[in-house]
């Protein structure tokens, strides 16, 4: 291995002092920290595909509304636990316009990010119903939420889609449901790691099915409008985003700034749940709060409240302020982040240049979009030896097999690359085949 830009040894040296207990199963975390390690001794910068960062500038319209709240003086003032209502009204239209779904401002829950907004939604989704306790993700998916039911104590179970697309999904997803303690379904789309996009026919089937076996979905709109093999920017036209909201009743949307404004910073994010789950009465949630039981009350003032206290005030006033750009048509943030799109392609073809090739590669028949996010792999080469053996060459990733797939290769993402760094993956692209 004549090529290797960090020796073996020296990976491990990191590795110990950062107590890693298993590289082979890194975190996303981990794995930044150790390719940060090797750069502060080495000097030599990685690539970092390791954690899904935006690379692109903060939403300008966002940061000058955060500013003027805070000018107003909203930092002396509690925000109220629901949101503020201008976010909340903000948030209902921008669903609108974009995804075609009727869904009241009340029902909009401002949260302090994606993160904060499961965590919240599982708690709440196993507590309605004693009999449902468990969680179903259709993986490959955000390792994190698979973190959040363990502090929880939540059990869960996973399935691969890789060989359940299309009506195959019914068949798996049926099986599973059918006996009933399957308590909500979470996956996102476009996907984290995988960026396939689940098409009209198969959300069509996990809503009717939700509706069958009373599920809540839990769907993940972190990359919002970004298949850009579409054009979803353009408000109140079709085409619109598709989601299982047009076909289900238990669904809660979770709608982030993070990567569609690029404002990661501020932890913005509004749970959109449908106005007939928010009114609903469950009496395991009334017997457990002594209240009412209905679930948008309850879940707001008894369980959201209990762990953030509510979104930063005036960084509802900056979400609000972008989502009302994006409505108005001011603002296309799908054209500003196709850029992850361009970058995703000029990555894939270095790859496939030096013998690697897409993991999850087609949409059923379709190829799947470029994107912030798309999986490689290299010969007969497992998760882990691959994600090692990259880190060697100056390449940070994460394994699959910790996202939940079966398959066999490591998640890439392009939001830090830039223009010099391609030659730069290019040649670290090549000693890696010349020493495989």
Same mark, same amino acid.
């Given at each position: ?26 975190? =996303? ?135 359940? /697309? ?15 303690? =399957?308590?909500?379904?979470? #996956? ?14 198969? *959300? ?21 409008? +970004? ?19 047009? #076909?289900?009743?238990? #669904?809660?949307? +979770? ?50 409240? +209990?762990?953030?206290?509510? =979104? ?82 100056? =390449? ?20 830090? +690359? ?10 670290? *692209? /090549? ?6």
């Amino acid at each position: 291995m004549q090529n290797r830009i960090f020796s073996q040894d020296l990976v491990n040296q990191v590795v110990n002092e950062l107590k890693i207990a298993d590289l082979e199963k890194a975190t =996303i975390g981990e794995v930044l920290l150790l390719a940060s390690g090797l750069e502060q001794i080495t000097g030599i910068p990685f690539i970092r595909m390791d954690q899904g960062v935006p690379g692109l500038k903060p939403c300008r319209i966002g940061i000058d509304a955060e500013k003027k709240a805070l000018d107003e003086g909203v930092a002396s003032m509690y925000p109220a636990a629901a949101g503020i209502p201008v976010l909340k009204e903000e948030a209902s239209r921008f669903v609108k316009a974009f995804l075609d779904v009727d869904i009241s401002s009340g029902s909009c829950i401002p949260v302090t990010g994606s993160v904060a907004g499961s965590f919240s939604s599982f708690i709440a989704c196993n507590q309605r119903d004693k009999d449902k306790d468990t969680v179903l993700f259709i993986d490959p998916g955000f390792p994190i939420q698979k973190s959040q039911l363990k502090i929880l104590d939540i059990k869960y179970i996973e399935f691969d889609v890789y060989n359940y /697309r299309g009506g195959g999904l019914k068949a798996k997803l049926e099986e599973l449901l059918e006996k009933g303690n =399957i308590s909500s379904i979470v #996956y996102s789309n476009p996907n984290n790691p995988a960026w396939i996009c689940l098409t009209e026919d198969e *959300l069509q089937i996990i809503g009717e099915l939700a509706t069958k076996y009373d599920v809540i979905v839990l769907e993940d709109l972190a990359y919002f409008a +970004m298949d850009f093999r579409t054009d979803f920017g353009k408000p109140f036209q079709a085409p619109f985003v598709p989601t299982v909201a047009r #076909y289900t009743g238990n #669904y809660i949307l +979770m709608l982030s700034a993070s990567k569609i404004f690029s404002y990661a910073g501020q932890r913005a994010a509004v749970l959109c749940i449908s106005d007939k789950l928010f009114s609903r009465k469950f009496e395991a949630l009334a017997q457990r709060y002594s209240g009412s039981g209905i679930f948008g009350p309850v879940f707001i003032g008894e369980i959201l409240y +209990m762990i953030t206290s509510g =979104i930063t005030h005036s960084t509802q006033y900056g979400y609000a302020a972008m989502l009302r750009a994006a409505s108005d048509g001011e603002l296309d943030f799908v054209k500003e982040t196709s850029e992850y799109g361009r970058r995703a392609h000029r990555m894939k073809e270095l790859f496939n240049k030096y013998g690697f090739h897409v993991v999850y590669d087609k949409d059923i028949d379709r190829d799947i979009s470029d994107g912030f996010f798309f999986t490689v792999g290299y010969k007969d080469m497992s998760c882990a030896e691959l994600m090692r053996e990259l880190l060697y060459y100056g =390449i940070s990733s994460i394994a699959l097999s910790t996202t939940g797939s079966e398959q066999q290769g490591i998640r890439a993402c392009c939001s830090r +690359m830039h223009d010099d760094l391609y030659t730069v993956l290019d040649e670290r *692209l /090549r000693f890696f085949r010349l020493d495989h």
